[in-house]
């Protein structure tokens, strides 16, 4: 009844620590899902919550809904790596295992607020200046290294954060692959003084830089609360910066009932499953950084956090460098000419190709293929030994037919006779035929 009355809906264990959440783009997708459904409910029981579309979904100004339009339903998962370490200081540095943190509780004169407001490069976004719930992609003036995949586009949104996969854009942003400094349910329409202002810049060491920048953005839902000032600043060597100006209230008390609250960064790849209704994503979250809840982060008014990369499998460009990665069980795949872990956004090819195999451990050929030869091609020992086992099983097969064909009275012979066709017909023991005598 779910699936038929609603295009969205949660599939939620009372046991399950994780749910499975489900979007279908038409009603006609949806019932052939319930019909699928029916059929597995005589076995087993599903327990299905409606739930109207999530005011969470967000609507794209220039940019497809989807990147394929044939994937029918996205099915989001966790595979965290590890959590973040504990501190109770103010000034704080934290080690992860693909980016490093530095926190201070204020203003940092090695990393300043920029204003944008009347800045001769900003943009203002007309688009999300007046908008709830929208985005906008926006291109970048370097390329971004980002987990280690490089970026040369970002997705702009209202809600306070940016989505990195420009190639994948869905109405569920929130879910995954953010850098969000302070991911809320920002309604930029409810106040003519709301903006968000984006440059592209260089710093004082040379570095590109692209900074956005939400001014006086209000909380759909706790509109009491005051206005936010806050912007986030990629630098081209991969560092991201949060900087805080005006924050009214702890995070902690933003409600979280019609979009979710988050304060850091994550990543994730997907892998597409063709299924009966079409074609299956399942979105894999493998590393989140969430500084929402922790409490040596506090997102306060004159704050700063930086997060610094840290090298890991996919930024090492040779077979040498992905070898002294640290931290991680990186392989070097010569097939693909790439250095992975297979726990990044090029996860499918990484398996289709077999770059899992441990012959491609070393930076050497894979197992198997000849390192020294001939121009015309030279054969392993291996190749050798299969040629002349080969040319021995022949010529034994060759002897024994000979054999059994002129001697017709052993019982190979009597074999042959029996389950063959080619015998010799005048021999000892066999009588010849001969022409009958003519008569006058």
């Known amino acids: 009844v779910a699936l038929l009355s609603s295009r969205h809906f949660i599939a939620q264990s009372s046991s399950a620590q994780s749910r499975i959440i489900v979007v279908f783009p038409s009603e006609r997708s949806a019932m052939h899902c319930g019909a699928v459904l029916s ?10 919550v409606p739930k109207a579309p999530e005011s969470g979904s967000y609507r ?5 809904s989807r990147s394929n339009d044939d994937i029918e339903a996205i099915r989001f998962e966790s595979r965290k790596r590890r959590a973040a370490k504990d501190s109770t200081t103010e000034t704080v540095v934290d080690d ?6 530095d926190y201070q509780s204020t203003p940092s004169e090695n990393y300043p607020w920029i204003e944008l407001s009347g800045h001769s490069a900003s943009l203002l976004s007309d688009i999300l200046s007046d908008s709830h719930l929208f985005v906008e992609t926006i291109g970048l003036n370097f390329t971004f290294p980002y987990y280690g995949h490089t970026l040369t586009e970002v997705v702009v949104t209202t809600g306070g954060f940016i989505y990195m996969n420009p190639d994948f854009v869905y109405p569920q942003l929130t879910q995954t692959q953010t850098v969000a400094p302070l991911m809320a ?25 692209f900074v956005v920048q939400w001014n006086n953005v209000t909380l759909q ?38 979009h979710p609250v988050t304060v850091g960064l994550s990543d994730a790849f997907y892998v597409d499953t063709q299924t009966i209704v079409g074609i299956l994503r399942s979105i894999y979250e ?3 950084i969430n500084l929402t809840d922790s409490s040596q982060y506090f997102v306060v008014s004159g704050a700063v956090i930086v997060f610094k990369p840290l090298p890991n499998c996919i930024s090492a460009k040779s077979c040498s460098s992905c070898t002294n990665v640290g931290g991680f069980s990186c392989r070097w795949c010569n097939t693909l000419n790439r250095c992975s872990d297979g726990i990044d956004r090029f996860r499918e090819d990484w398996y289709k190709n077999n770059c899992n195999s441990n012959s491609f451990t070393l930076c050497t050929k894979p197992a198997g293929r000849p390192t020294t030869g001939s121009s015309s091609g030279g054969l392993s020992p291996g190749a050798y ?18 054999y059994a064909y002129t001697h017709p009275n052993t019982k190979s012979g009597l ?17 010849p035929i001969t022409e009958p005598a003519t008569t006058t």
Do not use: M
């Open 39 to 48: 059929y597995f409910c005589v076995v087993t029981v599903v327990f299905c």
């Open 60 to 64: 794209a100004a220039n940019a497809p």
């Open 96 to 101: 992860h295992e693909y980016y490093t943190i």
């Open 185 to 209: 349910n920002f309604d930029l329409g409810l106040s003519d003084y709301s903006s968000i202002y984006y440059a592209k810049l260089t710093n004082r060491d040379g570095l590109k830089t």
């Open 221 to 258: 839902d706790r509109r009491d609360a005051g206005s936010f000032t806050f912007e986030c600043t990629l630098v081209e060597d991969g560092t991201v910066i949060f900087n805080y100006k005006q924050i009214p209230i702890k995070v902690s008390r933003i409600p979280t009932r019609n």
């Open 286 to 288: 493998y590393h989140r």
């Open 385 to 402: 030994v299969g040629i002349a086992l080969s040319v021995l099983l022949i010529a034994i097969g060759v002897a024994w037919f000979i």
């Open 415 to 431: 074999w042959l006779i029996e389950h063959g066709r080619f015998w010799k017909r005048s021999s000892s023991g066999k009588y």
